[in-house]
C-alpha cells in the first residue's frame, strides 16, 4: 500500500442535500439528501436507469443540478483546489487519452494538479501496471483500463474516493484485488463510496448502503439492517418422517410450511430448538439447515416497484415455430427487434 502507509487519517463526508435532475419533464434524480461518511466503504445500488450515475456525475460537477447541491469536504466539486488530492475518482475507465502511455495519463493528470511525478510509479506499481506503463491505453483491456482508472483515482492520495462499476473486466484475482483495497482505504479512515450491479460482491464488500430507485432515496442503512428489513430468513428441514415432524412441531406451537421440493421451512424459530423438538421426539432429520437472507434478495424486494426496464423471461409463444432456425448473419426476422445502435 502506497497511501500514507497504514496509519489512520482525518476522514472526509460527501454530502448530498435535496439534489435533483431533470431533462425536459423526465426527472432523473428527485430531491435525493444523503451522507457518506469516512471509516467505512458505502455502496450505492438501485437498477438500471435509478440514476446512480447521473447522481455521481453531479457530485464530480460534470453534470449540473437542477436543484440542491453536493458538498464534498464543506464545498461544492469546483471550488476545491487541486481537486485530487480531496477526491479520486473513477467513473469511465475508458475516459482517457489512447495515444498515451499509461504513464504518460497519469502524469498529465499529476502536473495538472500540482502531485509529484514520484506517486505515478507508486500508484502504476499498486494496481499491477509496471509492465505496460510505456504502452499506449488504447490497446488495453477492460480489466487494464480499469486498474488503469483506479490508479487515477489513487494519485493524489485523496481522503475520499468513488468508484462506478469498479470490477468490470477484472478477473478473479483482480476483483479480490480491488475488494481488500477498499476495505484498507476505509479502514485507513478515507471515505469510500462504490456504485456496483454485482451484489455479490458488493455484500463482501460495504459495510454501509445506499439505495435509489427512479431518482429517489429508498435506502440509507447498514448492510446488516438493510437484509434483515427486507428479505425473509428461516430454517429448512427434511425428514423420512415428514407427517410426523410436522405434527411434532405444531404441538410445540411451531407453524411449518411446505416448500416445493417436500421440505417444510420454518420462521422465526432458532435452528437449535427446532434439532431439539425433533431428537426430543425421535424423529430422523435428513436437513436442518438455516437459510440467511441474500443482499440480491432484499434488494430485489425493495426495488421491484422501481425498475424502469423489464425484459421478457421468454420469447413469444409460437415465434419460434413460424419463423424456424436463423442463420448467423441473416436478416432479423420479421417482427424482431432492430438494432438501432441507440444507447439508453
Known amino acids: 500500500m502506497v497511501l500514507t502507509g497504514g496509519n489512520r487519517i482525518e476522514g472526509r463526508s460527501i454530502e448530498i442535500d435535496g439534489l435533483t435532475k431533470r431533462y425536459g419533464e423526465k426527472?432523473?434524480?428527485?430531491?435525493?439528501?444523503?451522507?457518506?461518511?469516512?471509516?467505512?466503504?458505502?455502496?450505492?445500488l438501485g437498477p438500471n436507469g435509478a440514476g446512480k450515475s447521473t447522481t455521481m456525475r453531479m457530485m464530480l460537477g460534470l453534470d449540473?443540478?437542477?436543484?440542491?447541491?453536493?458538498?464534498?469536504?464543506?464545498?461544492?466539486?469546483?471550488?476545491?483546489?487541486?481537486?485530487?488530492?480531496?477526491?479520486?475518482?473513477?467513473?469511465d475507465a475508458k475516459a482517457m487519452h489512447g495515444g498515451?502511455?499509461?504513464?504518460?495519463?497519469?502524469?498529465?493528470?499529476?502536473?495538472?494538479?500540482?502531485?509529484?511525478?514520484s506517486r505515478?510509479?507508486?500508484?502504476?506499481?499498486?494496481?499491477?501496471?509496471?509492465?505496460?506503463?510505456?504502452k499506449k491505453s488504447k490497446g488495453f483491456s477492460l480489466g487494464m483500463g480499469q486498474r488503469l482508472g483506479i490508479a487515477g483515482a489513487?494519485?493524489?492520495?485523496?481522503?475520499?474516493?468513488?468508484?462506478?462499476?469498479?470490477?468490470?473486466?477484472?478477473?478473479?484475482?483482480?476483483?479480490?484485488?480491488?475488494r481488500n483495497l477498499m476495505k484498507s482505504l476505509a479502514a485507513q479512515g478515507r471515505t469510500v463510496f462504490v456504485s456496483?450491479?454485482?451484489?455479490?460482491?458488493?455484500?463482501?464488500?460495504?459495510?454501509?448502503?445506499?439505495?435509489?430507485?427512479?431518482?429517489?432515496?429508498?435506502a440509507d442503512t447498514s448492510m446488516a439492517e438493510f437484509i434483515r428489513q427486507n428479505s425473509r430468513s428461516y430454517v429448512r428441514l427434511r425428514s423420512p418422517q415428514q407427517e410426523q415432524l410436522r405434527d411434532v412441531l405444531h404441538q410445540a406451537g411451531i407453524h411449518a410450511q411446505p416448500a416445493g421440493d417436500?421440505?417444510?421451512?420454518?420462521?422465526?424459530?432458532?435452528?437449535?430448538?427446532?434439532?431439539?423438538?425433533a431428537a426430543g421426539h425421535h424423529v430422523v432429520l435428513h436437513e436442518l439447515s438455516p437459510q440467511k437472507a441474500s443482499l440480491e434478495e432484499a434488494f430485489m424486494q425493495?426495488?421491484?416497484?422501481?425498475?424502469?426496464?423489464?425484459?421478457?423471461?421468454?420469447?413469444?409463444?409460437?415465434?419460434?415455430?413460424?419463423?424456424?432456425?436463423?442463420?448467423?448473419?441473416?436478416?432479423?426476422?420479421?417482427?424482431?427487434?432492430?438494432?438501432?445502435?441507440r444507447k439508453f
Open 27 to 44: 426527472t432523473v434524480v428527485d430531491n435525493l439528501s444523503f451522507t457518506v461518511r469516512p471509516g467505512i466503504v458505502t455502496g450505492f
Open 64 to 91: 449540473r443540478p437542477t436543484a440542491g447541491g453536493v458538498r464534498i469536504d464543506g464545498k461544492p466539486y469546483p471550488l476545491l483546489k487541486d481537486p485530487l488530492k480531496y477526491i479520486g475518482a473513477l467513473l
Open 100 to 117: 498515451r502511455s499509461a504513464y504518460n495519463h497519469l502524469l498529465c493528470l499529476a502536473q495538472s494538479n500540482g502531485i509529484p511525478r
Open 120 to 134: 505515478v510509479d507508486e500508484v502504476i506499481d499498486t494496481v499491477g501496471l509496471t509492465a505496460v506503463a510505456k
Open 154 to 178: 489513487l494519485l493524489g492520495d485523496p481522503r475520499i474516493l468513488m468508484f462506478d462499476e469498479p470490477v468490470n473486466g477484472l478477473d478473479p484475482e483482480g476483483i479480490h484485488w480491488i
Open 196 to 218: 456496483s450491479h454485482l451484489m455479490s460482491e458488493m455484500a463482501l464488500t460495504a459495510d454501509h448502503l445506499v439505495v435509489i430507485g427512479q431518482g429517489r432515496l429508498l
Open 262 to 277: 417436500g421440505a417444510l421451512e420454518v420462521d422465526g424459530v432458532a435452528v437449535e430448538r427446532l434439532g431439539e423438538i
Open 302 to 341: 425493495l426495488t421491484a416497484e422501481s425498475v424502469e426496464y423489464h425484459a421478457s423471461s421468454a420469447p413469444r409463444p409460437g415465434w419460434a415455430q413460424a419463423n424456424g432456425p436463423q442463420q448467423h448473419g441473416g436478416a432479423a426476422p420479421q417482427g424482431a427487434p432492430q438494432h438501432t445502435g
